[in-house]
């Protein structure tokens, strides 16, 4: 994995609902559906029937180990996001939990008429793989991250992920006001351990933390730490 990532503009996704109604087989099924933060939408049964772009809002896609009670979360989505990319594929049940972080708007569509997009539009389908590739390679880096870095290195590494350069400016997007239990839930680990390493980068002056924000405050020191 390369630890020196380089930080980019966030990616110009336009799947919107105005972007939607392009793909006719899309615009003629879809629906909008509004989501209450707390609620638990996405159940397995229902992701067979229907496929989801998000809006706006955010999404947890998680699983817990019920033994150890210790919590991963696979997937954040927010907006331009889609769901469920694997019951799609295969049409297989994915036993994922969800919670809705923020008051969140989707598109659902019918699995039936997602395939048949895929099979017929070439500019859908271009898409869809590109995005594909992407969620591919996040779940290979996040194999990689639990496998061979600890805690603090796989902070660094998502904060690296989610930081874009605005007016020159690294600004913390999506996960900028998470809970912290949400956060270490996505590194692998519990809220204890991820709150040693906040305050050590608050410490070294690379982040700014309130009690619901976190800011980066200087990005070449992070970046530093990355390749150390």
Do not use: C, W
């Not at 998680?62 to 019951?87: A, C, G, H, W």
């Not at 880096?141 to 603090?152: E, K, M, P, Q, T």
């Not at 305050?199 to 200087?218: A, F, M, P």
């Amino acid at each position: 994995m390369n630890k020196g990532t380089i930080v980019k503009q966030p990616t110009n996704q336009q799947l919107i609902l105005s972007e939607i109604q392009k793909y006719p087989l899309l615009s003629q099924s879809s629906k909008k559906i509004f989501l209450k933060k707390g609620e638990d939408p996405l159940n397995s049964l229902d992701t067979l029937n229907n496929f989801y772009f998000v809006m706006s809002g955010k999404i947890k896609i998680y699983q817990i180990d019920f033994n150890s009670e210790k919590e991963q979360t696979l997937y954040l989505l927010s907006r331009s996001d889609m769901f469920d990319v694997l019951s799609l594929l295969d049409g297989s049940e994915n036993e994922y939990l969800s919670e809705v972080l923020e008051d969140s708007e989707l598109v659902s569509v019918p699995m039936a008429q997602m395939r048949e997009t895929i099979l017929k539009d070439n500019a859908f389908r271009h898409y869809f793989y590109a995005y594909l590739a992407e969620k591919l390679r996040s779940m290979e880096n996040l194999a990689l991250s639990l496998s061979f870095y600890d805690v603090y290195q796989r902070l660094l590494q998502l904060f690296t992920k989610f930081t874009y350069m605005q007016d020159n400016k690294p600004v913390l997007k999506t996960i900028e006001n998470l809970k912290h239990e949400d956060l270490a839930s996505m590194i692998g680990t519990v809220r204890k351990v991820l709150n040693r390493s906040l305050q050590k980068l608050k410490q070294d002056g690379v982040i700014e933390l309130s009690r619901k924000n976190i800011r980066i405050k200087n990005f070449q020191k992070l970046l530093d730490k990355l390749n150390i």
